[in-house]
């Protein structure tokens, strides 16, 4: 089992930047392939982005690419998303996640992670 907890949130202005963090306790953190999901007030949980292992492989969805980047630090058991451009769309609470499967392709639905953060909220005003 890994706890995660989310931080970095907060309220900016469009055209702004913020670096979400998810701190990982538990199982070695390196064993997980880990991601950063996003939902809306009344909307669905939606993908955001996804990193391997080591680091080596990321994914992203088509309008987070160019403007987020997903990293992680292994020694430090953490799991970043600097994003660049907000824009008011961009609203809406973070989780990261984390899934212990040993599949080489990363995971891009939230059905495929097992456990999750509790979320911090980005506020992007216009």
């Given at each position: 089992q890994v706890q995660l907890v989310e931080s970095g949130g907060g309220l900016v202005q469009a055209g702004g930047s913020l670096r979400l963090s998810c701190a990982a306790s538990g199982r070695a953190f390196g064993r997980f392939r880990m991601g950063w999901f996003r939902q809306a007030p009344g909307?669905?949980?939606?993908?955001?982005?996804?990193?391997s292992r080591i680091g080596g492989t990321t994914s992203y969805?088509?309008?987070?690419k160019g403007r987020f980047t997903i990293s992680r630090d292994n020694d430090k058991d953490a799991l970043y998303l600097r994003m660049n451009s907000l824009k008011p769309e961009d609203t809406a609470v973070y989780y990261c996640a984390a899934d212990p499967t040993l599949a080489p392709s990363?995971?891009?639905?939230?059905?495929?992670?097992?456990?999750?953060g509790k979320g911090t909220l980005v506020n992007v005003s216009s």
């Amino acid at each position: 089992q890994v706890q995660l907890v989310e931080s970095g949130g907060g309220l900016v202005q469009a055209g702004g930047s913020l670096r979400l963090s998810c701190a990982a306790s538990g199982r070695a953190f390196g064993r997980f392939r880990m991601g950063w999901f996003r939902q809306a007030p009344g909307k669905e949980r939606e993908f955001v982005a996804a990193i391997s292992r080591i680091g080596g492989t990321t994914s992203y969805a088509d309008s987070m690419k160019g403007r987020f980047t997903i990293s992680r630090d292994n020694d430090k058991d953490a799991l970043y998303l600097r994003m660049n451009s907000l824009k008011p769309e961009d609203t809406a609470v973070y989780y990261c996640a984390a899934d212990p499967t040993l599949a080489p392709s990363l995971a891009t639905s939230p059905t495929q992670y097992v456990y999750w953060g509790k979320g911090t909220l980005v506020n992007v005003s216009s």
